[in-house]
């Protein structure tokens, strides 16, 4: 059975740091494209960094650059969402997912077949 686990979100004041983590399992994603998504409070959810399978390339939204980096951990199995500069409107359940089929980083939602069950990250003011 494949999973995506994600972990680390939490509470934390604007300005701090927060570092999400997805671990994978049931699968191997070392080949994969993997990505994080957000989900605000009655907003649809959005595209937030990609990365693909090498970690060599990487992409982000605009509101997320410079702030945002992703990155993977192959041997772990792991992807993560190292996250500075909080603000208050990146409040959302974030989530990671893999892509079944390519290694390429993508910022379609639809391209992706595996989805983790989200971290809620809350930013303070």
């Known amino acids: 059975q494949v999973q995506l686990v994600e972990s680390g979100g939490g509470l934390v004041q604007a300005g701090g740091s927060l570092r999400l983590s997805c671990a994978t399992s049931g699968r191997d994603f070392s080949g994969n494209g993997m990505g994080w998504f957000r989900q605000a409070p009655g907003k649809e959810r959005e595209f937030a960094a990609t990365?693909?399978?090498?970690?060599?390339?990487?992409f982000y939204a605009d509101s997320m650059k410079g702030r945002f980096t992703i990155s993977r951990d192959n041997a772990k199995n792991t992807v993560y969402l190292q996250m500075n500069s909080l603000k208050p409107e990146d409040t959302a359940v974030y989530y990671c997912a893999a892509r079944s089929y390519s290694g390429t980083a993508s910022e379609r939602e639809y391209e992706y077949d595996y989805w983790g069950q989200g971290t809620q990250v809350t930013v303070s003011s």
């Open positions: 990365i693909n399978w090498s970690g060599r390339n990487t």
